[in-house]
């Protein structure tokens, strides 16, 4: 029985470190695979390419639209609020706001300001005349803009037997400085179904 048992543990003590060669040469494959193809990774929660996809859909039609086109001198001359998230995910909002503003920027019909928005106070109909001063009298400061960009995420779950779904909005809205009215908005939403597997016994 001592030999038998000697026998055994010699043979594990062999073992274990061939079998740790094999898994210390095993790695991880990576490729790099296109954020909108259906290779990109799917799961019941929204992923970053679903609110940068929503995010490319509504500035095509913010920009479609043309209200950017209608501002008293061009560029316009933009806004950008920082974004709300109401859902219950952990959103790189930073990195969605960067994607908006890339892309209005690169058309050529857009000048960002730097000096509002983005968490700051947004620009309101009540502040146009001191911008307007700040503009054009002694007070010369900063460009004032021409729109404010308000952006909102939104979660809503539903749940009938086995099968979950969560509906995300993204909402965005333009509005003009001076006059505080809504000239465009838009929505898009994105829904995920997942479903509870049924455990036999």
Wanted: glycine share 4%; proline share 3%; aromatic share 4%.
């Amino acid at each position: 029985m001592t030999t038998l048992r000697f026998k055994t543990l010699a043979l594990a003590g062999v073992l274990a470190p061939v079998a740790f060669v094999f898994t210390g040469c095993a790695s991880n494959q990576v490729r790099t695979v296109d954020s909108k193809s259906p290779q990109a990774i799917n799961t019941s929660e929204i992923n970053p390419q679903d609110w940068a996809n929503a995010a490319d859909q509504l500035v095509g039609s913010l920009l479609s639209a043309g209200p950017l086109d209608k501002a008293p001198s061009q560029p316009a001359i933009l806004a950008v609020d920082r974004i709300i998230n109401n859902t219950t995910q952990q959103v790189d909002t930073d990195l969605l706001i960067k994607k908006i503003r890339v892309a209005l920027t690169q058309t050529g019909k857009v000048a960002v300001t730097n000096t509002m928005g983005l968490g700051e106070r947004a620009v309101v109909a009540a502040e146009a005349a001191e911008l307007d001063e700040m503009t054009t009298g002694k007070k010369a400061k900063v460009i004032a803009p021409h729109f404010t960009l308000y952006t909102k995420l939104i979660e809503q779950n539903q749940r009938i037997n086995s099968v979950t779904q969560r509906t995300y909005t993204f909402q965005m809205s333009l509005v003009a400085v001076k006059t505080g009215l809504t000239v465009w908005e838009d929505e898009r939403e994105i829904a995920k179904q997942s479903k509870k597997a049924v455990m036999g016994w």
